[in-house]
């Protein structure tokens, strides 16, 4: 399985929370991953967890893994304009593990209204 | 930190000429990736590299070849480029927690 699914939109109003939400593949997936991407510009890590956490905080950022469901979320806090960019989720698992190949979403484009 | 460059930002080819994409590492990575992003489709990895001269096709290297002569120079090869190959086309390497790092892309159109 090569889907990794991520809806394609979500506008917030600044200062609100943002939560961007993935359904990845497979349950075996060690490496989970967030990336954003600026316009024009290539992918900027923002965090990564492993399979056998359920959270990870880092500042305004909040990652929740839910394993049964294969469910993997990104809330960004107190949301900024600079915050508008486009999210992908990525995972690792299988023989990919091996090869360091990475599985992305489309992409959630987030706008952020002033 | 790591650093990821690619050749150019922007580059304009006209059908059939063959064009080069040059992608090059600081951190002594051995994996290396290339993969292409069109608007609604994502990232499509094109091939990737796990050692030098070792290379295996990603899901879409028709049209396309790669060369990795040293550990930190990927090239990305479109042997007679064509309108469909208008893209932007970005290069990865593999971290220690296998995490990609990314360089700042390539704009190609191809008229």
């Known amino acids: 399985g090569e889907d990794v699914e991520q809806s394609l939109f979500l506008s917030v109003r600044e200062g609100d929370s943002s939560v961007i939400n993935c359904t990845y593949t497979d349950s075996s997936s060690t490496y989970l991953y967030w990336y954003k991407q600026e316009p024009g510009a290539g992918l900027q890590l923002l965090t990564y967890i492993f399979s056998n956490m359920d959270m990870k905080q880092d500042q305004r950022l909040t990652v929740l893994l839910n394993k049964k469901d294969k469910h993997l979320s990104l809330r960004i806090a107190d949301t900024q304009t600079g915050d508008s960019a486009i999210y992908f989720c990525?995972?690792?698992?299988?023989?990919?593990?091996?090869?360091?190949?990475?599985?992305f979403g489309r992409g959630t484009q987030l706008t952020v209204w002033p | 930190d790591v650093k990821v460059t690619q050749s150019s930002r922007y580059l304009v080819k006209r059908t059939g000429e063959k064009v080069f994409l040059e992608c090059v590492q600081d951190?002594?990575?051995?994996?290396m990736f290339w993969y292409r992003q069109d608007p609604g489709l994502g990232l499509r990895l094109i091939y990737f590299?796990?050692?030098?001269?070792?290379?295996e096709k990603g899901d879409i290297p028709e049209g396309y070849s790669v060369s990795r002569e040293k550990k930190e120079r990927f090239s990305l090869i479109l042997e007679s480029a064509s309108t469909n190959q208008t893209s932007m086309y970005l290069c990865a390497t593999r971290g220690r927690y296998n995490e990609q790092f990314f360089g700042p892309g390539t704009r190609l159109t191809v008229l």
């Open positions: 990525a995972e690792m698992y299988g023989r990919g593990s091996t090869l360091g190949r990475l599985y």
């Open positions: 590299s796990y050692d030098v001269k070792m290379k």
């Open positions: 951190m002594d990575h051995e994996n």
